[in-house]
């Protein structure tokens, strides 16, 4: 492809409201441009890199039995409203309506309409299990899109679903579709973990995020220092054992605490380490209140809360709400004496703790030398907290260190969820009508894109791998006004397309300054440069990642570009 042909505007500075590098990079090297708000084009430049993206994935998909359809982007609400999914999605979901007053959805993810395909095409254990993919935009209504295409209100997704006759048949998929995941992340040089996680407004459990490292990444992973567990921060369980103090316990006793809100302040006010306050926490979970107590030094974890009550909606009570019930507000709240109609919940280091303080559910007073159990009810302790660093890892090996990673991919086992809500059944061997077990597999293919950026790039722009660049090579003419560099130049395009080799040739009439710049911007691996030497037949060779050059001949180029692109 000539570049003077080409759409490719490059930019010399970084857009005002690109806050990351691959943001920044992508459009400054002309490979997307936003339309509005969280939602992008991808010009030329960016479609080839999505395209080999979306090639991987298809192999990979291919290779693990998986069959790629299309399904429809509209979906109609009614589907929804048979898994309940339409009032609890919340308002990520872009809703609209037809000219009849019709409710629909943009896909935000597909799972009710691909069980409700499945539902009315198998009916027999015969057609099971069945493994479906498709390739295509989803829609969600992000409340902040930011960092481009990492959080976007429309992006281009992967998303595969598999039906089974029993939970063995569901682990296999499980097992194909974690392993493929783990090819493509791998084939698109990415340095990723997969990590456990929370299957969140899916539905189903046991599911394993793959979450690319980045300081950029929104989500924190724990990971041992000494094997290979990872997982999201909100799902790693704590195996800390407290051991009982040998402390005695002394009387509780009311003080003065005025003026003293957070935790810190109370504690520096009353001359203890922030370990030895009680914090204490009202959460509204499915319409119930429930006080929640951690030390003051650990924080709760809203994730393993609900899932220990197995809730669907988990808030935290308002402060209006919580001076009703309690009769304080949220800096002077405590277990001690609480209306019997809340329930008090404590994180299991709690239970070994004496004379530590607590609000005293008194504006501007806390009780101190607090022992639990003995001054307040505790009606259960539960890991409730987040893991730490420097906390034993929870497969016993090593200690837990943090990360930060973008999620690319996700895969759930659904279990029965949608199949049930949907009426999903197939008829077994002795014609017995069971429910359909499921599997979900997602893949963001538009920030897997932005990912490998993340991790590609220098000072001077993208480093593409090479499998993924938007073409292998870069020729440059400096100055097509000189006969003999073009001369050279035409030929060399016409020998790398001849020999199937990718080539961008920039045969614009620009400063030679300004052909480099944009080169080391765009990112392609590697480049030929036809200038001052062409009438000798020679030009100058660089591997944009490494910086490398070397001179060669002409008749020696097709031979090198091959030799390179077969390492």
């Keep these: 492809m000539k570049q003077s ?33 969280g939602i992008y084009s991808f010009l030329p430049l960016g479609n080839r890199v999505l395209k080999k993206v979306e090639a991987i994935v298809r192999e990979e998909m291919d290779r693990a039995g998986a069959q790629e359809m299309l399904m429809a982007a509209m979906q109609p609400s009614e589907l929804w409203k048979e898994t309940g999914r339409w009032d609890t999605f ?22 009710e309409v691909v069980t409700s395909i499945v539902r009315d095409e198998i009916k027999s254990y015969k057609k099971l299990p069945l493994t479906v993919f498709q390739i295509q935009n989803k829609f969600r209504d992000e409340k902040r899109p930011r960092f481009g295409l990492l959080r976007g209100r429309e992006f281009l997704m992967k998303d595969a679903y598999s039906f089974h006759e029993s939970y063995e048949s569901l682990d296999e998929s499980y097992q194909r579709m974690y392993d493929a995941y783990s090819n493509i ?20 459990k046991d599911t394993h995020e793959f979450m690319v490292l980045s300081e950029v990444g929104e989500d924190v992973i724990a990971y041992s ?3 290979s567990y990872a997982a999201n921060v909100e799902m790693a369980p704590v195996i800390t054992q407290h051991e009982a103090t040998q402390e005695t316990s002394r009387p509780m006793e009311k003080v003065a605490t005025p003026e003293q809100k957070t935790m810190q302040e109370v504690a520096d006010y009353l001359g203890h380490d922030l370990h030895k306050g009680l914090k204490s926490i009202m959460f509204n979970i499915d319409g119930s209140f429930v006080m929640v107590i951690t030390r003051g030094d650990h924080e709760v974890n809203d994730v393993k809360l609900k899932n220990y009550y197995d809730a669907s909606l988990i808030d935290l009570a308002s402060e209006e709400d919580t001076r009703r019930v309690i009769g304080s ?28 303080s607590c609000g ?45 990673g973008i999620e690319v991919g996700h895969v759930f086992k659904l279990g029965s969820f949608y199949a049930e809500r949907m ?7 002795q014609g017995k009508s069971n429910t359909m077990l499921m599997g979900c597999y997602g893949i963001g293919i538009s920030r897997t894109l932005a990912s490998i950026v993340e991790q590609y790039h220098d000072d001077n722009g993208i480093t593409w791998p090479m499998n ?28 790398l397309q001849a020999s199937g080799i990718d080539v961008l040739y920039d045969d614009r009439k620009e400063r030679a300054g300004v052909k480099f710049a944009d080169s080391d911007l765009i990112g392609i691996p590697l480049r030929i440069t036809v200038g001052k030497r062409a009438g000798d037949g020679l030009v100058e060779f660089k591997v944009r990642a490494t910086g490398d050059q070397s001179e060669h001949e002409q008749h020696d180029i097709i031979d090198h570009v091959q030799t390179l692109l077969s390492t």
């Design 5 to 37: 042909e080409m759409l490719l505007p490059t930019l010399k500075e970084n857009p005002t409201d690109a806050e990351i590098k691959s943001h920044q990079l992508l459009v400054r090297a002309g490979y997307i441009r936003q339309i509005a708000s």
């Design 90 to 111: 919340g308002p990520e979901l872009m809703r609209l309506h037809d000219r009849h007053e019709r409710e629909f959805a943009l896909g935000a993810t597909h799972e």
């Design 185 to 204: 992340f791998r084939r698109c040089g990415l340095n990723f973990r997969a990590v456990i996680a929370d299957s969140g407004a899916m539905g189903g």
């Design 225 to 227: 220092d000494s094997s």
């Design 329 to 356: 507000g949220f800096g002077s709240l405590g277990p001690v004496d609480v209306n019997e109609d809340v329930e008090v919940i404590a994180d299991m280091a709690v239970e070994s703790l004496v004379n530590v």
């Design 360 to 404: 005293a559910n008194e504006e501007g007073y806390h009780y101190i030398n607090v022992t639990p159990g003995r001054d307040f009810k505790v009606s259960a302790y539960a890991d409730l907290r987040f893991i730490k660093e420097g906390d034993p890892s929870p497969d016993g090996e090593g200690i837990i260190q943090f990360a930060r």
């Design 423 to 429: 009426n999903a059944s197939y008829l077994d061997a």
């Design 468 to 495: 993924l660049a938007p073409y292998q090579v870069h020729l440059l003419s400096m100055n097509p006004k000189k006969e003999e560099q073009k001369l050279l130049a035409d030929d060399l395009y016409q020998s």
